[in-house]
């Protein structure tokens, strides 16, 4: 094998690697331009070892590449990641929003989007993000998705909904969670609150127990909370 037959093949495993956590929103990028795709592998192997100057270094370089909504999604995407990885948060979201603009089929953009407006209550613009992000979260075949990750994502989904007073496509939300991962402790918390505003007392009471034995200090909480609701 010479010098160039091997460099293909370095770039072709961690290419693939790539694909396996990115799959959606990378292989639709820059699939007519060669060189882009060798400079954005570059720079997710340098995100990918923690060289976040070298990450964002490699990856200003591939603006210029972007000719389609693929390029562009992919490109925001992963200015949007190493931001989020670098614990930026301003910045990340920033970046997310632009990339879901483009319509990627890829479910993280719109999860982390959904998170940030639900934790400031812009709750419509979290349920519309939330919903999308599920939609396609059902269809990824990735490692990532795992079980915990989707349940995860149907709890706030539900969470948001409940807030927004959606009881019922709220309650249909907490039981495809469960589906997913039966036992997850935090969704009890959830599920309580939702019971407590629709007034159903038994399924209040039944999620109160099953907290309060895998969790008593979240149980105090919860019983705190709901108890300031109902101005107690």
Not at 74 to 98: D, I, P, Q, T, V
Not at 112 to 127: G, T
Not at 141 to 154: D, E, F, G, I, N
Request: aromatic residues 14%; charged residues 25%; hydrophobic residues 40%.
């Amino acid at each position: 094998m010479d010098y160039e037959d091997k460099i293909i093949e370095n770039f072709q495993k961690s290419w693939d690697t790539h694909m396996e956590a990115f799959g959606p929103i990378l292989g639709p990028a820059f699939m007519q331009n060669f060189e882009a795709r060798v400079h954005l592998t570059a720079a997710l192997n340098s995100l990918s070892k923690g060289k976040t100057k070298t990450f964002f270094a490699n990856l200003s370089h591939l603006k210029d590449f972007c000719s389609s909504d693929e390029d562009c999604a992919a490109w925001f995407f992963f200015m949007g990641l190493g931001f989020e990885l670098s614990g930026m948060k301003e910045e990340m979201l920033r970046y997310y929003n632009e990339c879901i603009k483009y319509s990627p089929s890829f479910s993280r953009p719109y999860l982390m989007v959904a998170k940030c407006a639900h934790a400031n209550s812009n709750l419509s613009f979290a349920e519309e993000n939330y919903r999308k992000a599920l939609e396609l979260l059902e269809n990824e075949k990735l490692p990532a998705q795992t079980a915990l990750v989707k349940a995860s994502a149907y709890t706030n989904y539900f969470s948001c909904l409940t807030s927004l007073g959606k009881y019922s496509e709220a309650e249909s939300a907490l039981k495809k969670s469960e589906e997913i991962l039966p036992d997850f402790t935090l969704r009890l918390h959830y599920a309580a609150i939702l019971y407590a505003y629709m007034g159903n007392e038994e399924k209040l009471s039944e999620y109160l127990l099953r907290l309060k034995k895998e969790n008593k200090e979240l149980y105090d909480s919860t019983v705190k909370l709901i108890d300031n609701l109902s101005g107690k």
